[in-house]
């Protein structure tokens, strides 16, 4: 199979040597060159731009021209209703809030292309406007230091560059099931970070995070996957 990111067709092999027996998605020369990759940006027709890690401050631009109210997580959360349910927010006002996905995966996992894909599906039904992939998280052997964890290429860094609506700039929020991602975007100012804890309805936390009538259609939850 050919690599949809490098062009190489002899990534998606597996690493018979991989201690954590983790599917590889790149062969060893691309997986060089992936573990470089600070941010993966995925938009309509499937577009994908890739920023290194010497490439932050550009990184920071585009985020920063990109627009979504709502940022998602995708594991456990996003995933946890079907691509085709609704998510479209009517405002009292008459704006629309705008929704994204950002996943953290492993530079060269066979996660990152599954996720990269379930969000360019996500995005092709109108379910979210873009997203996001990161590869920086806090270690769990320092559980104090992983819950404030803001460097490029985290979620919190994810959150604090993207913009919102001009129209309803005061409402960012983020939803996500891990705490340490939850507590580190809690550091920010300006975002309201919700924990999905398991089992639990994503609308219906929407429902109660955003105070702008509802999302979606009450009658979501038949969707909802444990």
């Not at 406007?129 to 990161?134: E, F, M, Q, T």
Request: charged share 25%; net charge negative; hydrophobic share 30%.
């Amino acid at each position: 199979m050919q690599c949809a990111t490098t062009g190489c067709e002899t990534c998606f092999t597996t690493s018979e040597n991989s201690k954590k027996f983790v599917d590889i998605a790149f062969c060893k020369p691309c997986r060089k060159e992936r573990n470089k990759d600070l941010l993966v940006l995925i938009e309509s027709d499937n577009k994908i731009t890739i920023y290194q890690e010497e490439q932050v401050e550009e990184a920071e631009t585009a985020l920063n021209k990109l627009e979504a109210n709502v940022r998602l997580d995708l594991h456990k959360t996003l995933d946890t209703i079907h691509e085709l349910d609704s998510l479209v927010v009517k405002t009292k006002s008459g704006h629309m809030l705008t929704f994204c996905c950002i996943s953290y995966v492993g530079h060269s996992t066979i996660t990152r292309m599954e996720a990269q894909e379930e969000i360019s599906l996500r995005i092709s039904t109108g379910q979210i406007s873009w997203g996001a992939l990161v590869f920086k998280r806090g270690s769990r052997k320092d559980p104090e230091a992983a819950s404030c964890f803001t460097v490029p290429g985290s979620k919190a860094w994810f959150n604090k560059h993207t913009s919102a609506n001009s129209e309803l700039s005061n409402v960012k929020v983020f939803v996500d099931d891990s705490d340490d991602h939850v507590n580190s975007v809690d550091t920010l100012v300006d975002v309201q970070s919700r924990l999905l804890n398991g089992g639990h309805s994503l609308i219906k936390l929407l429902n109660t995070s955003i105070h702008y009538d509802s999302v979606g259609n009450n009658d979501s939850d038949s969707s909802e996957e444990n």
